[in-house]
C-alpha cells in the first residue's frame, strides 16, 4: 500500500470526477489520501471530503500565495478547524518568493501562526517552500528553539544543503512527481541519499504528473509512478519503498494512526 501525503482533491482536475479519481488511485494500490486545503474558504469541503472517505484524511491551513487575503487570521479558527476527527495536519503554509503573490512579512507572521498550532495540537505542520529557503530555514530554527513540532517539507525541490537542515531539524522530506523530470538530475541525488526514515511520497494533484504521464492532469493514483521511479533510485525494491514510506506516514501523522 502507498499514500498520497499530499493532494488538492477540490481542485479543478480532480473534484469533477473525484469519487472516479479514488477509485482509479486504490485500483493503483493507494490505500490513503492526506485532502489539503489551501485556503479558509476551502476548509469546509476539505473535511468534508475527508468525512465521507474512510481512506481520506485532511488538512486546514493558508498557502502563502493567499497569506495577503488572510492576514487577520488567528490561532482560534485553525485550533478550532483541526479538532476535526480526520483533521491531521496544518497546512499547506510557509513561503513563496518565487511569485511573491502575497507580501513577505505576512507570508512569514502566517507561518508562525500555523507553527504554533501545530506546535499546541501536536499535527504536523505541511510546508510549502520556493525561493525562500534561507527564511524558511531561519524560521523553521528559530521556533523549534521555542518548542519542537512535527513537520515535514512537501514536494521538496531544494538544494541538498537545504535538505540537510531539515533533516537535522527533524523533519520529514515528500518527493513529488518533479523527481521524476529529466532535469531534476539533483533532486533525483537528493532522493537516492534520503534517510529511508525520513521520506514521504506524493503527488500534489491535480499538479505535477510525473512520468510517463507529463502533460495531463495528475492524479493520486500516479503516486505509484513516482514511488516505483524513488525505488529505482534507491535500488529497492517498489513494495519495499511502499510499506517504508506508509510506515513512516503514519508515524508522523499518529492522528491518522491513531
Not at 486545503?37 to 472517505?53: F, I, L, P
Request: net charge negative.
Amino acid at each position: 500500500m502507498l499514500i498520497d501525503s499530499h493532494c488538492h482533491l477540490e481542485y479543478e482536475g480532480l473534484v469533477e470526477d473525484q469519487q472516479g479519481v479514488l477509485d482509479r488511485a486504490r485500483k493503483a494500490g493507494i490505500g490513503g489520501f492526506l485532502n489539503i486545503s489551501t485556503r479558509e474558504r476551502e476548509w469546509d469541503r476539505v473535511v468534508g471530503t475527508a468525512a465521507g472517505e474512510a481512506d481520506v484524511w485532511a488538512s486546514v491551513g493558508i498557502h502563502p500565495h493567499e497569506a495577503d487575503g488572510h492576514a487577520d487570521l488567528g490561532r482560534t479558527a485553525l485550533l478550532e478547524a483541526a479538532a476535526h476527527p480526520k483533521v491531521i495536519g496544518i497546512g499547506e503554509t510557509g513561503l513563496d518568493y518565487y511569485y511573491d503573490k502575497s507580501d513577505r512579512e505576512t507570508q512569514q507572521s502566517l507561518f508562525r501562526t500555523h507553527i504554533s498550532v501545530s506546535r499546541e495540537t501536536g499535527l504536523p505542520l505541511i510546508v510549502h517552500t520556493r525561493d525562500a529557503e534561507a527564511d524558511t530555514a531561519r524560521i523553521l530554527g528559530e521556533e523549534m528553539g521555542k518548542g519542537t513540532f512535527p513537520a515535514l517539507i512537501h514536494c521538496f525541490t531544494a538544494s541538498a544543503d537545504f535538505a540537510r537542515q531539515m533533516l537535522d531539524l527533524g523533519l520529514t522530506i515528500s518527493l513529488s512527481g518533479i523527481v521524476t523530470f529529466k532535469n531534476a538530475k539533483d533532486l533525483q541525488d537528493v532522493a537516492a541519499k534520503l534517510p529511508e526514515d525520513r521520506m514521504l511520497v506524493e503527488t500534489d494533484s491535480p499538479f505535477l504528473a510525473p512520468v510517463p504521464h507529463r502533460g495531463r492532469p495528475c492524479e493520486p493514483a500516479f503516486t505509484a509512478d513516482t514511488a516505483r521511479f524513488v525505488a529505482g533510485l534507491r535500488d529497492v525494491e517498489p513494495e519495499h519503498l511502499a510499506e517504508t514510506t506508509t510506515r513512516n506516514f503514519f508515524a508522523l501523522f499518529r492522528k491518522a494512526a491513531a
